[in-house]
């Protein structure tokens, strides 16, 4: 049973800079296809970046594009998510989660699996 398990949040100045990660215990990551998500209080769950474990394939919702990377260490059977230039609406519950559909086509929260417990990012002054 594959399990994810996110840390790296913390308390950042808007403008700053945070790296979460996502790392896989019980079987490899390197062939999943892996979405992080956000939650902030009272929104809906969104998909800000996902990697495909087929071909490679990255994928960033616009809110983020060029301001976020993700990226995977098969090594240390983990992904990441680098945030730069934070603002305060990239603030939420932060989490990954597994796309069965392996090619990041797919953004419906409710078709993803694995869901981590979450790591808070706050941006505040």
């Known amino acids: 049973q594959l399990q994810l398990v996110e840390s790296g949040g913390g308390l950042v100045q808007p403008g700053g800079s945070l790296r979460v990660s996502c790392v896989g215990a019980g079987r490899t990551l390197g062939t999943y296809s892996i979405g992080w998500f956000r939650q902030a209080p009272g929104k809906e769950r969104e998909r800000v970046s996902c990697i495909s474990g087929v071909d490679g394939t990255i994928r960033y919702a616009d809110s983020v594009e060029g301001r976020f990377t993700i990226s995977r260490d098969n090594f240390k059977n983990t992904v990441y998510l680098q945030m730069n230039s934070l603002k305060p609406e990239d603030a939420g519950v932060y989490y990954c989660?597994?796309?069965?559909?392996?090619?990041?086509?797919?953004?419906?929260?409710?078709?993803?699996?694995?869901w981590g417990q979450g790591t808070q990012v706050t941006v505040s002054s």
């Open positions: 989660a597994v796309d069965p559909r392996a090619n990041c086509s797919n953004q419906n929260p409710n078709e993803y699996h694995y």
